[in-house]
């Protein structure tokens, strides 16, 4: 049984007063998950732990980065698919960060719900943080 919940929803308030539930993958349960399901990450974990031993004095670091995505076309007039997407990865993956398959989502919000929001991706970037 996993520690957290995999998915959770953030409950946002929007500018107009309304809120919104963003269903997110939590980084500490998928984390978990893998670990427990998937031979090629337990490897990454048992060569990342006999790199680094965690303690609280010294945590794994969690890295956090947001891009704005435009599926399809791009250029179109009224692009409403565009989607702000949160990955995260660990900073003891250090040279393997390049890697994609070292990244892992943890949210995915149309731009047009995150523009509803005072602060924008960065409310929702706090709120995200404050689970970890």
């Not at 670091?61 to 702000?84: F, Q, W």
Request: hydrophobic share 40%.
């Amino acid at each position: 049984m996993a520690c957290w919940p995999l998915h959770q929803k953030l409950r946002l308030l929007k500018s107009d007063g309304s809120t919104w539930d963003l269903e997110i993958q939590h980084p500490f349960a998928i984390l978990e998950v893998l670990a427990k399901t998937s031979e090629p990450f337990q490897a990454v974990v048992r060569r990342l732990t006999r790199e680094h031993a965690c303690s609280q004095e010294d945590p794994l670091g969690l890295v956090l980065y947001n891009d704005e995505v435009t599926p399809g076309r791009s250029i179109a007039h009224a692009n409403m698919r565009k989607c702000y997407c949160v990955y995260w990865s660990l900073r003891e993956f250090r040279k393997n960060l390049c890697r994609e398959e070292y990244w892992f989502t943890a949210l995915v919000a149309r731009s047009s719900e995150v523009r509803a929001l005072d602060g924008g991706i960065s409310y929702i970037m706090r709120e995200l943080l404050a689970l970890c």
